[in-house]
T-cell receptor, first 112, second 112 residues
Framework: GENVEQHPSTLSVQEGDSAVIKCTYS??????FPWYKQELGKRPQLIID?????GEKKDQRIAVTLNKTAKHFSLHITETQPEDSAVYFC???????????FGKGTKLSVKP | GAVVSQHPSRVICKSGTSVKIECRSL??????MFWYRQFPKQSLMLMAT?????????EQGVEKDKFLINHASLTLSTLTVTSAHPEDSSFYIC????????FGQGTRLTVV
């Protein structure tokens, strides 16, 4: 089955700097890669996703890049703000019914 | 995005009792819903796939007789934790897919 590895597990940046989180996946047939933001005690919220027919997608300060050959995808946050502090999870489809396999998460801390 | 509602958000129960958690898709029909468990500072782990009108599919290591799943309608799935023990204390969260996966608010279960 699909296996998703996420790095780093923790990331601390200064406000205004960029943050990059990387994930690798094992199933070459995977074609959908979402990123979720989870604040403490709350539900994961979808922040951006990418499908395998494109290499990059951007939404304001957030972007995701996909390298299908290398089987990795990355989340890029520019001009970070304290409210970006949260745990971020990457995911990849785990089967045909739509379930997701999640990375272990990255705790991002943005220092004012 | 789509709305998935989960109740209760918090529950404390005595060891040996059962607890039912509801997951509803409010603005779309979901033939499949997913139940995840999340321990503190860890990622979301898929427990089971809930299928409307048929038996749930459980992930390896998840006891089907302990975690009863019922998906009686296209908008409601329930997870019942039977004979709860302190080690079952966790954050349980459901999701449904409408183009992307959307999560309920989660249920913080504490077994005392």
């Amino acid at each position: 089955g699909e296996n998703v590895e996420q790095h780093p597990s923790t990331l601390s940046v200064q406000e205004g700097d960029s943050a990059v989180i990387k994930c690798t996946y094992s199933d070459s047939a995977s074609n959908y890669f979402p990123w979720y933001k989870q604040e403490l005690g709350k539900r994961p919220q979808l922040i951006i996703d990418i499908r395998s027919n494109v290499g990059e997608k951007k939404d304001q300060r957030i972007a995701v890049t996909l390298n299908k050959t290398a089987k990795h995808f990355s989340l890029h946050i520019t001009e970070t703000q304290p409210e970006d502090s949260a745990v971020y999870f990457c995911a990849s489809p785990g089967g045909s019914q739509g379930n997701l396999i999640f990375g272990k998460g990255t705790k991002l801390s943005v220092k004012p | 995005g789509a709305v998935v509602s989960q109740h209760p958000s918090r529950v404390i129960c005595k060891s040996g009792t059962s607890v039912k958690i509801e997951c509803r898709s409010l603005d779309f029909q979901a033939t499949t819903m997913f139940w995840y468990r999340q321990f503190p500072k860890q990622s979301l782990m898929l427990m089971a796939t809930s299928n409307e009108g048929s038996k749930a599919t459980y992930e390896q290591g998840v006891e089907k007789d302990k975690f009863l799943i019922n998906h009686a309608s296209l908008t409601l799935s329930t997870l019942t934790v039977t004979s709860a023990h302190p080690e079952d204390s966790s954050f349980y969260i459901c999701s449904a897919v409408r183009l992307s996966a959307f999560f309920g608010q989660g249920t913080r279960l504490t077994v005392v």
